[in-house]
């Protein structure tokens, strides 16, 4: 906190109870327990504006879990970075990939107090994870991470996961990411799921005035199409199917056939890519 009491535009913050939290919004949509009034009151606000969202972070989710366990099981990858990581839910990152393979490092990264707190909580016996307060815009303070060096080799390829993040990171912030990139080696992978505009129209309206509300009362938002997903990609190799629809991506892992009158799909994008 600044003297004044505002959030600083950059770096870790404390949990405010008076301001709805991106954190705090997403685990009270998701049927979590750890929000405030305020969040309460912003997600109600933002399902009675876009009434899918609900669906499309349930799809967040589960994209979540199919492609952690496919980098570990099939992939061999056995450590993690989650950007942006939020209030613990279940089958987390560390969850799915520790039921595989138990040695899995997994660090966990977010800028808000209590989603840390509460992380290194449920962590607390987990030798091979941890939470750490950090804003991801600021990835020298990142990588200097005691906490994340002792956990994460870079010698050795890095499962980076960027899921529902990203789109709070701005045009200019963005290029950022190339400093992850470079931290890590040949092999890493960069997994991204990203808020996208909708195609319809009635949903694109509705979509917009919830965006209105969220980027005024919670915090600001940039949607991005699939051209603007792939270039913060750079030249990784996108793993089939290339960046779809977040439910589209290896959708049989999960055990469902995607619906494609299913309109929750066309709100979020979701890609796979190896880094070279
Ligand atoms: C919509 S939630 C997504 C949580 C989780 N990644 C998932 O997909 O289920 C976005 C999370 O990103 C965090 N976040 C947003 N900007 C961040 C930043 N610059 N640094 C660290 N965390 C950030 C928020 O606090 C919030 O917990």
New binding site residues.
Partial sequence: MTLSGEQPAYGPRESDPSKP???RV?DYILGGSHYYPVDEAAGNRMVRALPLVPALMRY??EF?QRVVHLLTGEYGIRQFI??????P?EDNVHEVAQAIAPETRVVY????RG?VDLGREILADNPHATSIH????QPEHVLADPDLRGLIDFDKPVGLLM???LH??SDEELPMIERYRRAVCPGSYLVI?HGTTAQTARVAAQQNLAKKDYDQRT?RTWMRNKDQIAAIFGDAEILHPGIVHIPDWRPTDSGYTPDPDDEARQLGLAGVGRLV
Avoid: K, M, Q
Wanted: a negative charge; proline letters at 3%; zero cysteines.
């Fill in positions: 939290s991106p954190a997403y967040n989710r979540l989650d950007f942006g990581s939020g209030l839910t990264i977010d800028y808000e989603a950090a804003d991801i815009r899921f529902a993040v709070f990171i799921s915090e």
